[in-house]
């Protein structure tokens, strides 16, 4: 794990387990992830990217009216009419190749079973699922999390900006790795302390507690740690600000 900077102080398991009950008394369980199937989490959690899931909804009922919600149904589809299909989630030649790199994996080297896909140990199964094309951390471990039955925790732009605005992560950037492929940086390492803060249940208890703990910082981060203007007063994190008033510099990022 990577030295903490002197401004930043990583959150103890005591302030990451209030932080949940604290968010979890607010919103309650999520039940996340939208979905009605394993392959249809798949499918959400790669056209999730950079864009809102309003649109992701659109995309998918518009594969369930074509009837191709489905392995090798949507691999045997060429690829305009894949992006066709999947326009409203933006991106939609980016996102289609993407599809298709993750349908050609699951279909050639596992015969269309998710369930196949997802065998064996977490880290083994993450390093299969980040060697595919436009798969990288978050999507691995979105996918690892609500459709493999894995308990992976998920840190996506939320969790970051929650993180450093309390001062219990310094600021992400952006490295090339290995394949031209570019990574957060930061990104593990805050996994890390989330996955050995939070790891006092096992089996599928953690398992819903990281799915759901996941759900609740997105909870967070949309209706009160937005980008501008965060409303600090009415959100249940407010316990959780520095007293020093350092996060106030924070909050002006
Ligand atoms: S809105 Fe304020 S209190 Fe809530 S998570 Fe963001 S920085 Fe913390």
């Known amino acids: 794990m990577a030295r903490q900077s002197r401004t930043t102080r990583h959150p103890g398991a005591a302030v990451l387990r209030r932080a949940y009950?604290?968010?979890?008394?607010?919103?309650?369980?999520?039940?996340?992830?939208?979905?009605?199937?394993?392959?249809?989490?798949?499918?959400?959690?790669?056209?999730?990217?950079?864009?809102?899931?309003?649109?992701?909804e659109r995309a998918i009922a518009n594969l369930k009216s074509a009837r191709v919600l489905d392995p090798r149904k949507l691999f045997a589809l060429p690829g305009r009419r894949l992006a066709q299909l999947i326009r409203p989630a933006g991106y939609f030649n980016v996102k289609a190749r993407r599809l298709r790199s993750f349908m050609r994996v699951l279909v050639e080297q596992f015969g269309g079973d998710l369930r196949r896909l997802f065998a064996g140990q977490t880290r083994r199964v993450r390093e299969r699922l980040l060697a595919i094309h436009g798969i990288g951390p978050e999507t691995a471990d979105s996918l690892l999390l609500y459709a493999g039955g894995h308990a992976s925790f998920v840190i996506d732009a939320y969790t970051k900006r929650i993180f450093q605005r309390h001062g219990w992560a310094g600021k992400s950037?952006?490295?090339?790795?290995?394949?031209?492929?570019?990574?957060e940086t930061g990104y593990e390492e805050?996994?890390?302390?989330?996955?050995g803060a939070l790891n006092?249940?096992?089996?599928?208890?953690?398992?819903?507690?990281?799915?759901?703990?996941?759900?609740?910082?997105?909870?967070?981060?949309?209706?009160?740690?937005?980008?501008?203007?965060?409303?600090?007063?009415?959100?249940?994190?407010?316990?959780?600000?520095?007293?020093?008033?350092?996060?106030?510099e924070a909050l002006k990022r």
Not at 27 to 42: A, K, L, M, S, Y
Not at 210 to 238: I, M, N
């Open 200 to 248: 006092q249940n096992s089996g599928r208890q953690r398992l819903d507690y990281w799915q759901d703990y996941h759900a609740q910082l997105v909870a967070v981060g949309k209706h009160f740690c937005r980008t501008r203007a965060p409303r600090c007063s009415e959100c249940p994190l407010k316990p959780l600000l520095p007293a020093d008033g350092k996060a106030v």
């Open 190 to 195: 805050l996994k890390s302390v989330c996955e």
């Open 173 to 183: 950037g952006k490295r090339k790795v290995k394949g031209g492929k570019t990574r």
């Open 21 to 56: 009950r604290l968010m979890r008394v607010r919103f309650g369980h999520q039940r996340w992830w939208p979905g009605e199937t394993p392959f249809e989490v798949c499918v959400g959690a790669i056209l999730t990217q950079n864009t809102a899931w309003t649109n992701v």
